[in-house]
Structures are given as structure tokens and as C-alpha cells.
């Protein structure tokens, strides 16, 4: 089963930007479904943002909190995800995780936004 590790969080002021990586252990060709997820203190996780690949491209979706400041995206020939986030807001704080269909879940990586 592949293997997904995050990394790219950090401590960054509002209205910085960070860029989240999702590294595989294995080729992440056949995944249709990749997921970024993220859990606030003392919140439940929830969905960030989802990046579908198929014969005629890749389609994305949002969390409506996020629309317009994160972009989702997949680099299968180096088999990694990304999350790029601008414009963040201390609201953001929170771990992130990558996630694909029946996949386990990760150690996850830690975004703080805080001045």
C-alpha cells in the first residue's frame, strides 16, 4: 500500500503563504482521488480540498472557506501533491493531511498562522 508523508507547515503571520507537499512512497499514477484535509484544535477534521484526475484533465473542489486562496494540485512523475496556501488566516491554523481513497492517515503536518 502506498505511503504518504506531509511536510511544509510552519508558523507563518496572516496573510502569509505556505506551500504543503504530500510526498508517496509509490507511484500515484493510478489514484484518481487525492485529499487534503485538516484538523483545528479541538475541531473535526474536515475537507480542504480534493483534486480528481481523469482522461480529460484534473478537476478540483474547495472548501468554501479556503476558495480563492488554496490551490490543490499533483505532480505524478515525482508522485507528490500539493497544497499552496495564501492570503492565511489565523483560522487556518490547524494539521494538515493528505488522503487517498482507503488509504491510512498520516502523521500529518502542522500549520500554525499567528503574528
Known amino acids: 500500500q502506498v505511503q504518504f508523508v506531509e511536510s511544509g507547515g510552519g508558523l507563518v503571520q496572516p496573510g502569509g503563504s505556505l506551500r504543503l507537499s504530500c510526498a508517496a512512497s509509490?507511484?500515484?499514477?493510478?489514484?484518481?482521488?487525492m485529499y487534503w484535509y485538516r484538523q483545528a484544535p479541538g475541531k473535526q477534521r474536515e475537507l480542504v480540498a480534493v483534486?480528481?484526475?481523469?482522461?480529460?484533465?484534473?478537476?478540483?473542489n474547495y472548501a468554501e472557506s479556503v476558495v480563492g486562496r488554496f490551490t490543490i494540485s499533483r505532480d505524478d512523475a515525482k508522485n507528490t501533491m500539493f497544497l499552496q496556501m495564501n492570503s492565511l488566516k489565523p483560522e487556518d491554523t490547524a494539521v494538515y493531511y493528505c488522503?487517498?481513497?482507503?488509504?491510512?492517515w498520516g502523521q500529518g503536518t502542522q500549520v500554525v498562522v499567528s503574528s
Open positions: 509509490g507511484s500515484i499514477s493510478s489514484i484518481v482521488a
Open positions: 483534486i480528481r484526475s481523469g482522461g480529460s484533465g484534473s478537476s478540483t
Open positions: 488522503k487517498v481513497p482507503l488509504g491510512v
